[in-house]
């Protein structure tokens, strides 16, 4: 059976369909609405207070929170009803003034049975009903209410979006970079092209897309802040640091312009240490010497920088020096392109963050932090000869200078205890030569190293040696001052000897007493007594020299009138010494002269020859030095001569006895 109200219903349900299409329109055109505003809000804010990465993150939280809301509260009411049939036909009645007729034919001609309403009026209800419809405006002012209005501000917004990504399209990319949490800066006026902390490139603008880097800096070392930059309002701008201790302290360094001229002397000066350099012989460039010009060159001589960063030997600095004349010829060209800003705090001793602002431009936060210097002792050991041992006054304490005896061996062992090293620069200085000694790992750590193979850094200690330490770790960090010392060198001392008799004028067979003492620092090898004679006589040739009938005689040389020759007399000989706890060694000696057949007017000359003990080498050689004594001169005279010598003698200490008893009378009182 055909409805009578089949066209209605047909109407009535295409229109709940268009109102439904609408009102998901008006809810998604609030939510677009929102994100857009949300979006909008967020760009002006990163933008004006330049948030960092955890501010961003809170700042987007909210966002998305306001957002969800605001569905909550106006987006969900539009998608949670959806109209029947009979909710459309009352909108219908109320848009086009119409009573309840629509809504009652509907229900009239669905009545169920049983019901007991007058069928003459519901059939009359439906007919006038069914009449009117081709005349009713069913979808005449049937949009939700609100509808224009959010589609408005859609525009409005969508338009406000869409100009600012026309006015300020590198913004708006860098914006949603930085919204999916990438740390780029925005564009400004002035554009940061390095950045360097120290000696460490932390920032170039080369690579697209670069932000600063962390880096790290020696405990106790200052640090210095230098930019290179162009564009407007170049010349000004700080350094914001926060450190990270338990305080959270904050303070802000001001970067100060470098001048062109002194950019201009940073490049010569370091010309002229490269040409030094190259005039020097060909060798490893030392770690210290480049720390010391890379900072001339980084500025405006990057390149060069980078070259002499990875040079290693002074052969390399050519094509660095080259690059270095290239930025002088060019040199007004360059300093008018951009600013160099520095600022420099003093010792660093905890970890911070800093931020740098040049111009208009502010880099993302990055951290310094402090790495600890390594921790060496050196420990120089003098090995003693054998015969110094228990003798000597060695010293080799830690942080002492070195002291020992002479022909010492020495070795060195140095320990870090902090950390590992990669390499360890020894060197020692002996007059105008310096050696340098190559030290090897001793454990697998890299914590113990000595000279291989038996960590002997000198062999044999013949004078006063200087050396110098330096080391480099697994950071690359050295010893903020390099160790520096001396090997201070005990000499052994010359042996040393004396010979005295009572009477200077002897007949030729009479038999001295000479009296003898020798002294050493360690002992005594050999004691010879040498006795020369001179003869008046001429029975004998001038060139002849007589052999000794109590122990071989050396040769004399060639002398004119009076002849010589001379007699040896071993006291003490190889194979006994005499050491330190027996010196000095004294004695008497008698010496038998009526073997030498002197004669009256004859002169003999005695000396003490001492040979020290300095050990043996391995020819089992003596090692010692030999020294002589003052020579003792005895006259031959006969017994009348020796008679008047002791009478003379007798006399003069007579008189010296009474000079001395003069002198003590005379300062005592006076007598009566």
Known sequence: MT?????LRARLVRLGRMRSFARSVAAWSAVVTALLVAILALFAIDFVFRLELTERIVVQVLAVGGVVWWCWRFVAPLWRGRESLTQTAIVVERRQQIDGDLVAALEFESRQPGRRESAALANAVVDYVAAATPGLRVFEKTLPAGFAKRLGWLAVWAGVAFATVIAAPHHAAV????????????PTRTRNERVFVNQAVVFSSEPTGSSLADCTVAEGQPVKFVVRCTGGRADQGSVEIVSTNAEGSRSRLELKPVDATQRLTWLRDATARLNDA?????????????????????????Q??????????????????????????????????????????GRLNDNLQYRIHAGD????????????????QLDLIPHEPAYTRGRSNAMSSAGSPVLAPEGSAVTARLTCRNKALTEVQFSLQQ???????????????????????????????????????????????????????????????????????????????ATPSIHYRASDDYGIDNLTLVVD???????????????????????????????????RFK??????????????????????????????????????????????????????????????????????????????????????????????????????
């Open 278 to 302: 190259l005039q020097a012989p060909t060798g490893e460039l030392s770690s210290e010497w480049k720390s010391n010009v890379l900072p001339l060159l980084q500025c405006d001589a990057f």
């Open 304 to 345: 060069a920088a980078q070259q002499l960063a990875a040079a290693k030997q002074t052969s390399e600095l050519r094509d660095i020096r080259e690059s270095v004349h290239e930025a002088i010829r060019n040199w007004p060209l360059t300093s008018e392109r951009s600013v160099i800003l520095t600022a420099q705090l």
């Open 3 to 7: 409805s009578r109200l089949s066209l």
């Open 533 to 567: 004679v001179e003869r008046t006589r001429g029975d004998q040739p001038a060139t002849e020299a007589v052999a000794s009938e109590i122990s071989p005689a050396v040769p004399a040389a060639p002398v004119p009138a009076p002849m010589l020759e001379s007699h």
């Open 571 to 672: 006291i003490l000989g190889p194979g006994n010494p005499a050491l330190s706890d027996q010196l000095p060694l004294t004695g008497t000696y008698p010496l038998a002269l009526a073997p030498l057949k002197l004669a009256k007017g004859d002169r003999i000359k005695l000396k003490l020859e001492v040979r020290d003990h300095r050990g043996k080498n391995e020819q089992q050689q003596s090692l010692g030095q030999q020294t002589t004594s003052d020579s003792l001169a005895l006259e031959i005279a006969d017994e009348n001569g020796v008679l008047a010598a002791i009478s003379e003698a007798d006399k003069r200490s007579e008189q010296q006895l009474n000079e001395i008893i003069q002198r003590q009378l005379g300062s005592g009182e006076e007598r009566p």
């Open 361 to 376: 431009a502010a880099t993302e936060p990055a951290a310094v932090k402090v790495i600890p210097r390594p921790v060496v």
């Open 175 to 186: 914006f949603f970079e930085r919204l999916c949490l990438d740390s780029k800066p925005y």
């Open 431 to 509: 007059a105008d030569a310096v050696e340098r000694i190559s030290f090897s790992p001793v454990d697998s750590q890299k914590r113990e190293w000595s000279p291989p193979p038996e960590g002997v850094v000198i062999k044999q200690l013949a004078r006063e040696v200087r050396y110098e330490l330096q080391v480099r770790d697994v950071d690359g960090l050295g010893l903020e001052t390099p160790i520096r010392g001396v090997l201070r060198m005990l000499p052994d001392k010359p042996a040393s000897g004396s010979l005295a008799v009572i009477h200077k004028v002897v007949l030729p067979t």
